[in-house]
C-alpha cells in the first residue's frame, strides 16, 4: 500500500518529499519512474511481492474449503455485489470524468477570456482538485459505499462468530492479493511480472491436480473470480501501458519492454560470469568472492579477450526462423501500441484465454467421464489459442524482407560499445551461476537438489490432505518459491532477507509436514480405506454441489480448537529428551550468533552511511560538520570491527577518514578493502587520498600513484566520469592538452552529474583554445555558458569577439560584466562589442557604470573614444575637451586627442602640439615620439621628423621599421612611398609588444587562469 501511494504522490509521498527515501536517494525514484515502497529499490520489491502474492491468494481461496455452508450461504449476496460495485464504479468514472472535463474546458474557455483576470496552469489544477473534492461528486460516493458496507455486515453479523476465521481469511487475502497485484504493476520489474504469471500459471495446475474438488464445488466464485481478475488485469494494463492521466509517473509497461538496457547488460555480466566460474568450475572461489573477482575479469572483457554467450545469441539471432520471430513479436507489439482495433482482439484473445482454460479446469470432472468430449473441448480450446497467431505467424514467415531487418549482431563486437553497460556489479544478478561461482558445481547441484526435494515433499504432502483447507496453503507457498525460481534467473531473491523469510516459512511447513499435519494424515487414510467402494458396485458421484443440499452439510474439514493442554505423550517425550532439545537449541543460538553480527554490522554501515551523506548538507559549517562525521566514522569502526571481511563497510570507513584529511590512514583502509574487493569506487577514493597527499607534500610518487588508481578505475569501468575528469585535469595542467580533451570528452559521455560534466566542457575548452583550435574552443565552452559555470562567459565573449560574432558575444560578455562588475578586460571587450553593433546608448550605460562618478579622467576618455569609433569625431572632442578642462595633463585624453586630429580631422599641426605636450609628460615613450615626428612628416617637415625618428634610432635601434621611415624623410618623397599614422595604445606593433613583456603566452595564461 505504501508502494501505491509512492507512485501516485498520496500524503506525504509525493516527488518532493517521501518519509522514507528522497527523490534520487534510491535507483529508480527519478519522478517516481518506479516505486520502491521500504526496500529501496524497485527490483528488490518486485523480488518480495511475486513470492508473496501466490501466498495471499492462497488464503483467500482456502477460506471456502473450510466450510461449505459458509461459502454457499453467501454465494448469491457476493456475486450480485461483484456486479452491483462493477456497475456502479463503471457509471461513477463515467459520470466523474465527464464533470471533470466540463470544469477544466470551462477553467480553460475564462482563462482565454478577454479582459479576464489571467488563470495559471497551478491555479487551475487547484481548481480542478477542489471541484474533484467538492460534495456532489464525493459525498454520494462515500454515502452509497457506507450503505453497501452497512447492509453487508448487517447480513453478516449472525454468521460472524461462527464463520470468524473464514472471513478473515477471505478479506485478509483478497485485500492483500489485490494490493500486491497491483503495486506489482507499478514496479515496473519485468523479471516480477514474469515471475508472477508463473506463480498463478503453477498454482492452477497445482490446484486442477491435488484440489479440484474445491474448484468444482466453488466454480461459481471461481468464475466471478476470475472474471473481475480480467476486468481488473486489462484495466491496469490499459492503465499504465503508456503515461496518462491516470499513470501520472514517467514510467510505462510500453517502455519497459522497449528497453533493453537490463537485458544486454545482464547477458555480458552472464559471459563476465562464466570466465569467473572457468577458473575453478569445480569448487568455486568461495562466499563473497564474486565482488572482487568480477572487475578484474570485466576489464578483460573490455579488452576483448572473451566472449561466450554474446557471440552464440548474435550467430543464433542470425538465422531466418530467429530473426522473423523477433521481428514478429515487435511487429505485434506495435500494433497493439498504435492500433485500437489489435488492443481489442488482443484483450479477446486474453479473456478467451483465461475464462476457457478456467472453465477446461472446472468441468474437467464433468467432462471426462466422456472421453472424446474431452479431447474436443481441449482441441477446439487449442485452436482458439494457438491457430490464430500461428496462422498470422506462418504469413509472416513468408515476408521477403524482415519487419526491422535484424541482420547484424544485437551487440557488437567492438568492446567499446559496451562501455555504457559497465557497473560495479556484487552480485551476478543470477542466483544459479551465482552459486557455481562461488562453491562450485557440487554446491549448484545441492543448490538444485534442494528445491527438487521441496517440491517433491510437497507434492507428497498435498496428496495426503485430501480434505484439508491447508493443502492451498501448501501450494501458496510451493508457488512462492516457484516465483522466487523464476527471479533467480535475473536477479538475486535468495540473497535478500524478505523473500528468504516466505521460503523459511515453506521449507518448515513442508519438510516438518508429517509431524505438523500428522493427524489430518491419518485421518485421510482412515477415510479413504472407509471409503473403498467394493469392485461389484457401481461408484456413485463424489460430490453434490446443489446449494439446496447443502445447506444443512457439514464443512469440508472442521477446524476444531487447539487441545487446552499438552497431551501426556508429548510431556514425557519432552522430558526423556530435555538435553537434546537444550544442545539443538544452543546450537540454533550458536549458529545465529555470526549472521547475527553480519546483520548488526550491516545496521551500523548503513547508520553510519547516512550520518556521512547528510553531513554533505552542512558542509560550510565546520564544527557541525566534524561532529556528524565522527558519529558516522563511530559506527563504521562498530562495523568493521563486527564483520571484518566487509569491504563496503572498510571502504566507507577509508572514504570517511579522507573527507576528515586523515590521507595516510584512508590509504590504509582502502589497501585493506582492496584484499576483498577490486571496484572502482576503492581505486578511485585511493587516487584522490594520494592525489590530496600530492597537493600537501609536492611529491611525484603520490600523484603518479593516484594517476595508475584512476586509471584502474577507469579500466575496470570505462564509463566512470570522476576519475576520467582528473586525468583530463592533471593532464591539462600538465600542458598535454590533447590527451587532457580526450579525457574531457570521455567524462563527459558517461556524466550524469551536471557540474562534473560543466566543468569538463569547461576545461576541454580552454585546452582547445591552447590548441588553437578556435571552432572547438568556442562549441565547448558553449555548452559550458548554456550550464551555467562561471568565469566561463568572459573567455568565450573574448573568443567570439576575436571571431566577429558580436551578437553571440554580447550576452556572454553581459554574464561576464554581472560576475565580475570589476574586471575592466570585460567592459573593454563590451563596448567594444556594442561598438560594433553601433549600440551606443547601451555602451554609455557600461561606461557610466564603470564610472559612477562621470567625472573621472578615464571616463571622459571611455565616453570620447566611443564616439570617435560612432564617426562622430565633434561630440568626442567636446567630450575629451571637458576632460582636459579637468585633466589637462592626463596621457590618455591628450593621445586620444592628437590621434582623432590626425586620423580623422587632417589637422597635424594641431595634433602635433598635443603630441609634444605628451613628449614632455612622457620623455621616456617612444610610441609618441614617434606619433609627434609622423605629424611633423605630414606637414612637410621632413628635417624635424628625421630628426626626431633619429632620436628614436639612438634609443631603440629595433622599434619596428624605424630605417625606412629615416629614409623616407631623408629623401624628403616619403608621403608618396610610405604612409605615416599614428600608432595608437590598443595598434601597438607586435615587436612592441613581445619586447613590452606581454606576449602570447603570458596573456594566455592571464586570460583563461583557474580561479
Known amino acids: 500500500m505504501y508502494g501505491i501511494l509512492q507512485y501516485y504522490r498520496v500524503a506525504g509521498t509525493n516527488h518532493n518529499y517521501d518519509p522514507l527515501f528522497g527523490v534520487g536517494e534510491v535507483i529508480g525514484n527519478t519522478d517516481r519512474k518506479r516505486v520502491f515502497s521500504f526496500f529501496g529499490n524497485p527490483v528488490f520489491l518486485g523480488v518480495y511481492l511475486d513470492a508473496a502474492l501466490p501466498i495471499a491468494f492462497a488464503m483467500f481461496f482456502s477460506s471456502f474449503s473450510a466450510g461449505a455452508r459458509w461459502a454457499h450461504k453467501y454465494e448469491k449476496l457476493i456475486l450480485r455485489s461483484q456486479i452491483i460495485l462493477l456497475a456502479f464504479a463503471i457509471v461513477y468514472s463515467f459520470v466523474f470524468m465527464g464533470i471533470a472535463n466540463s470544469s477544466v474546458n470551462s477553467l480553460i474557455e475564462a482563462s482565454k477570456m478577454p479582459g479576464g483576470a489571467a488563470v495559471t496552469d497551478s491555479k487551475v489544477s487547484d481548481l480542478i482538485t477542489s471541484a474533484g473534492s467538492t460534495s456532489f461528486i464525493i459525498a454520494p460516493v462515500v454515502f452509497a459505499c457506507l450503505l453497501f458496507g452497512a447492509f453487508f455486515v448487517y447480513q453478516a453479523v449472525p454468521y460472524w462468530q461462527e464463520h470468524e476465521k473464514q472471513i478473515y481469511r477471505m478479506a485478509n487475502g483478497l485485500f492483500s492479493f489485490l494490493a500486491i497485484f497491483?503495486?506489482?504493476?507499478?514496479?515496473?520489474?519485468?523479471?516480477?511480472?514474469?515471475?508472477?504469471?508463473?506463480?498463478?500459471?503453477?498454482?492452477?495446475?497445482?490446484?486442477?491436480?491435488?484440489?479440484?474438488?474445491?474448484?468444482?464445488?466453488?466454480?461459481?466464485?471461481?468464475?466471478?473470480?476470475?472474471?473481475?481478475?480480467?476486468?481488473?488485469?486489462?484495466?491496469?494494463?490499459?492503465?499504465?501501458?503508456?503515461?496518462?492521466?491516470?499513470?501520472?509517473?514517467?514510467?510505462?509497461?510500453?517502455?519497459?519492454?522497449?528497453?533493453?538496457?537490463?537485458?544486454?547488460?545482464?547477458?555480458?555480466?552472464?559471459?563476465?560470469?562464466?570466465?569467473?566460474?572457468?577458473?575453478?568450475?569445480?569448487?568455486?572461489?568461495?562466499?563473497?568472492?564474486?565482488?572482487?573477482?568480477?572487475?578484474?575479469?570485466?576489464?578483460?572483457?573490455?579488452?576483448?579477450?572473451?566472449?561466450?554467450?554474446?557471440?552464440?545469441?548474435?550467430?543464433?539471432?542470425?538465422?531466418?526462423?530467429?530473426?522473423?520471430?523477433?521481428?514478429?513479436?515487435?511487429?505485434?507489439?506495435?500494433?497493439?501500441?498504435?492500433?485500437?482495433?489489435?488492443?481489442?482482439?488482443?484483450?479477446?484473445?486474453?479473456?478467451?484465454?483465461?475464462?476457457?482454460?478456467?472453465?477446461?479446469?472446472?468441468?474437467?470432472?464433468?467432462?471426462?467421464?466422456?472421453?472424446?468430449?474431452?479431447?474436443?473441448?481441449?482441441?477446439?480450446?487449442?485452436?482458439?489459442?494457438?491457430?490464430?497467431?500461428?496462422?498470422?505467424?506462418?504469413?509472416?514467415?513468408?515476408?521477403?524482407?524482415?519487419?526491422?531487418?535484424?541482420?547484424?549482431?544485437?551487440?557488437?563486437?567492438?568492446?567499446?560499445?559496451?562501455?555504457?553497460?559497465?557497473?560495479?556489479?556484487?552480485?551476478?544478478?543470477?542466483?544459479?551461476?551465482?552459486?557455481?561461482?562461488?562453491?562450485?558445481?557440487?554446491?549448484?547441484?545441492?543448490?538444485?537438489?534442494?528445491?527438487?526435494?521441496?517440491?517433491?515433499?510437497?507434492?507428497?504432502?498435498?496428496?495426503?490432505?485430501?480434505?484439508?483447507?491447508?493443502?492451498?496453503?501448501?501450494?501458496?507457498?510451493?508457488?512462492?518459491?516457484?516465483?522466487?525460481?523464476?527471479?533467480?534467473?535475473?536477479?538475486?531473491?535468495?540473497?535478500?532477507?524478505?523473500?528468504?523469510?516466505?521460503?523459511?516459512?515453506?521449507?518448515?511447513?513442508?519438510?516438518?509436514?508429517?509431524?505438523?499435519?500428522?493427524?489430518?494424515?491419518?485421518?485421510?487414510?482412515?477415510?479413504?480405506?472407509?471409503?473403498?467402494?467394493?469392485?461389484?458396485?457401481?461408484?456413485?458421484?463424489?460430490?453434490?454441489?446443489?446449494?439446496?443440499?447443502?445447506?444443512?452439510?457439514?464443512?469440508?474439514?472442521?477446524?476444531?480448537?487447539?487441545?487446552?493442554?499438552?497431551?501426556?505423550?508429548?510431556?514425557?517425550?519432552?522430558?526423556?529428551?530435555?538435553?537434546?532439545?537444550?544442545?539443538?537449541?544452543?546450537?540454533?543460538?550458536?549458529?545465529?550468533?555470526?549472521?547475527?553480527?553480519?546483520?548488526?554490522?550491516?545496521?551500523?554501515?548503513?547508520?553510519?552511511?547516512?550520518?556521512?551523506?547528510?553531513?554533505?548538507?552542512?558542509?560550510n559549517e565546520e564544527e557541525k560538520f566534524r561532529i556528524i562525521v565522527n558519529e558516522g566514522l563511530r559506527y563504521l569502526e562498530r562495523s568493521v570491527s563486527r564483520v571484518p571481511y566487509n569491504s563496503e563497510a572498510i571502504f566507507w570507513w577509508g572514504d570517511t577518514l579522507k573527507l576528515l584529511g586523515r590521507y595516510d590512514e584512508a590509504i590504509e583502509k582502502f589497501n585493506r578493502a582492496l584484499g576483498f574487493t577490486s571496484t572502482k569506487h576503492v581505486f578511485y577514493s585511493r587516487g584522490i587520498a594520494f592525489f590530496e597527499k600530492f597537493k600537501l607534500e609536492n611529491k611525484e610518487e603520490f600523484m603518479e600513484q593516484a594517476k595508475q588508481d584512476w586509471k584502474r578505475a577507469v579500466e575496470i569501468n570505462p564509463n566512470f566520469p570522476q576519475p576520467l575528469f582528473h586525468l583530463g585535469y592533471h593532464e591539462f595542467h600538465g600542458g598535454n592538452f590533447k590527451q587532457a580533451i580526450s579525457y574531457f570528452k570521455e567524462s563527459i559521455k558517461w556524466d550524469n552529474n551536471e557540474g562534473l560534466a560543466s566543468e569538463s566542457y569547461k576545461f576541454a575548452g580552454i585546452a582547445a583554445y591552447y590548441l588553437k583550435d578556435d571552432t572547438e574552443a568556442i562549441s565547448l565552452m558553449s555548452e559550458a555558458y548554456k550550464r551555467g559555470v562561471r568565469g566561463v562567459c568572459k573567455y568565450l565573449g573574448g573568443l567570439l569577439l576575436a571571431k566577429r560574432k558580436y551578437e553571440e558575444a554580447l550576452p556572454c560578455l553581459e554574464d561576464a560584466l554581472r560576475e565580475n562588475p570589476k574586471d575592466k578586460e570585460v567592459y573593454a571587450s563590451l563596448i567594444n562589442v556594442c561598438q560594433k553593433l553601433n549600440m551606443t546608448d547601451r555602451a554609455l550605460e557600461i561606461i557610466g557604470a564603470q564610472h559612477p562618478s562621470k567625472d573621472s579622467a578615464d571616463y571622459f576618455h571611455s565616453v570620447g573614444r566611443l564616439y570617435a569609433s560612432s564617426k562622430n569625431f565633434d561630440r568626442a572632442l567636446i567630450e575629451l575637451g571637458k576632460g582636459l578642462e579637468k585633466y589637462p595633463d592626463d596621457i590618455k585624453i591628450n593621445e586620444e586627442v592628437g590621434r582623432i586630429y590626425f586620423d580623422d580631422k587632417k589637422n597635424y599641426q594641431l595634433a602635433a602640439t598635443f603630441f609634444e605636450k605628451l613628449t614632455k609628460l612622457e620623455p621616456a615613450n617612444l610610441r609618441t615620439l614617434y606619433n609627434l615626428g609622423a605629424c611633423h612628416f605630414r606637414t612637410g617637415n621632413f628635417e624635424k621628423a628625421f630628426e626626431v625618428w633619429s632620436e628614436i634610432k639612438k634609443r631603440d635601434p629595433k622599434f619596428p621599421n624605424i630605417d625606412a621611415y629615416i629614409r623616407s624623410a631623408e629623401r624628403k618623397s616619403g608621403t608618396d612611398e610610405i604612409k605615416t599614422t599614428v600608432i595608437a595604445p590598443d595598434a601597438v606593433p607586435e615587436a612592441v609588444e613581445k619586447a613590452s613583456g606581454t606576449g602570447e603566452t603570458e596573456s594566455k595564461n592571464t586570460f583563461f587562469k583557474y580561479q
Open 182 to 619: 497491483v503495486c506489482i504493476f507499478v514496479t515496473f520489474t519485468r523479471t516480477a511480472w514474469i515471475a508472477t504469471a508463473a506463480s498463478l500459471f503453477f498454482f492452477a495446475i497445482y490446484i486442477l491436480i491435488y484440489a479440484h474438488d474445491l474448484i468444482y464445488a466453488y466454480r461459481k466464485w471461481i468464475i466471478s473470480f476470475t472474471i473481475v481478475f480480467i476486468l481488473a488485469t486489462i484495466f491496469l494494463t490499459v492503465i499504465y501501458f503508456k503515461p496518462n492521466q491516470l499513470n501520472t509517473g514517467t514510467e510505462s509497461i510500453a517502455g519497459r519492454f522497449t528497453s533493453s538496457f537490463t537485458v544486454l547488460q545482464r547477458i555480458m555480466l552472464y559471459d563476465i560470469t562464466l570466465n569467473v566460474i572457468k577458473l575453478n568450475p569445480i569448487f568455486g572461489h568461495g562466499f563473497g568472492t564474486f565482488g572482487k573477482f568480477y572487475p578484474e575479469h570485466q576489464a578483460k572483457f573490455y579488452k576483448g579477450e572473451f566472449r561466450y554467450l554474446i557471440d552464440g545469441i548474435n550467430s543464433f539471432f542470425k538465422n531466418a526462423i530467429p530473426n522473423k520471430s523477433i521481428n514478429f513479436v515487435v511487429w505485434c507489439f506495435e500494433k497493439v501500441t498504435t492500433s485500437r482495433f489489435f488492443q481489442f482482439l488482443m484483450m479477446c484473445y486474453f479473456i478467451v484465454f483465461i475464462m476457457g482454460g478456467m472453465l477446461l479446469i472446472i468441468y474437467y470432472k464433468d467432462i471426462e467421464r466422456r472421453v472424446s468430449h474431452v479431447k474436443g473441448a481441449v482441441a477446439a480450446y487449442l485452436m482458439l489459442i494457438i491457430l490464430p497467431v500461428l496462422a498470422v505467424f506462418l504469413k509472416f514467415l513468408t515476408v521477403k524482407k524482415s519487419y526491422l531487418g535484424i541482420n547484424e549482431n544485437i551487440m557488437s563486437i567492438n568492446p567499446q560499445d559496451y562501455y555504457w553497460l559497465s557497473a560495479g556489479f556484487a552480485h551476478v544478478h543470477n542466483e544459479y551461476l551465482q552459486v557455481w561461482s562461488d562453491i562450485g558445481i557440487f554446491a549448484l547441484f545441492l543448490f538444485m537438489y534442494t528445491f527438487f526435494d521441496y517440491f517433491y515433499r510437497g507434492s507428497w504432502l498435498l496428496n495426503r490432505l485430501k480434505n484439508s483447507p491447508d493443502r492451498v496453503i501448501i501450494i501458496g507457498y510451493l508457488c512462492a518459491v516457484v516465483a522466487m525460481l523464476v527471479e533467480s534467473l535475473a536477479n538475486f531473491p535468495f540473497q535478500r532477507i524478505m523473500p528468504i523469510l516466505i521460503a523459511c516459512v515453506g521449507f518448515a511447513m513442508i519438510f516438518n509436514g508429517r509431524r505438523i499435519f500428522g493427524d489430518q494424515i491419518e485421518n485421510a487414510q482412515a477415510q479413504a480405506a472407509a471409503d473403498t467402494v467394493p469392485e461389484n458396485l457401481q461408484p456413485q458421484r463424489a460430490y453434490n454441489y446443489n446449494l439446496r443440499d447443502n445447506l444443512n452439510d457439514e464443512p469440508l474439514f472442521d477446524d476444531h480448537a487447539a487441545p487446552a493442554s499438552m497431551p501426556r505423550e508429548q510431556r514425557e517425550h519432552l522430558k526423556q529428551n530435555l538435553s537434546f532439545y537444550a544442545v539443538v537449541s544452543v546450537s540454533v543460538l550458536v549458529l545465529n550468533y555470526f549472521p547475527a553480527r553480519y546483520v548488526l554490522g550491516n545496521v551500523d554501515l548503513k547508520s553510519g552511511h547516512t550520518f556521512i551523506s547528510q553531513a554533505q548538507m552542512v558542509r
